[in-house]
């Protein structure tokens, strides 16, 4: 029984800490928005969260996208690596489908900018071919 419960308060603490991570990405320094990045990509990549994920992907990839929009450089690059963990933690259905859907035309556009880093240019081709790869439905 206790064992029960130190594991879920283990896990209550691991999901505030991700919704304080997700918070972050909204702050005003690039600073707190690129640890928050580096903090959710160590988080997914090392964990299956898709159900705490499910609940809030719209809300992660409105904040993934204003970070590829407005951010520069690195923060653009963590973004791009965040978003491909994301869109393999929702998989190949149909929320994984939609996460890739709504970011697709921005990934294409920082790929295709010539004044955009070559890592974020990388990261945003890897997130394109990943999540296309795994969520889209359209074969073309």
Do not use: W
């Not at 991570?21 to 600073?31: E, I, R």
């Amino acid at each position: 029984g206790s064992e029960a419960a130190s594991e879920q308060g283990q896990e209550e603490e691991v999901e505030d800490r991700l919704k304080e991570h997700m918070d972050n990405l909204l702050d005003k320094s690039a600073k707190a928005r690129q640890a928050a990045l580096r903090s959710l990509r160590l988080a997914l990549s090392s964990k299956t969260l898709s159900e705490f994920l499910l609940e809030r992907r719209l809300t992660l990839t409105d904040s993934l996208e204003k970070c590829l929009k407005k951010g520069k450089g690195e923060e653009q690059a963590l973004a791009g690596t965040v978003l491909t963990l994301l869109c393999l933690q929702m998989g190949s259905g149909p929320e994984g489908e939609e996460v890739f859907r709504s970011l697709k035309p921005l990934l294409v556009s920082v790929l295709t900018d010539s004044t955009a880093s070559p890592s974020t240019r990388q990261s945003c081709a890897t997130a394109l071919g990943m999540c296309c790869y795994i969520a889209a439905a359209d074969l073309e």
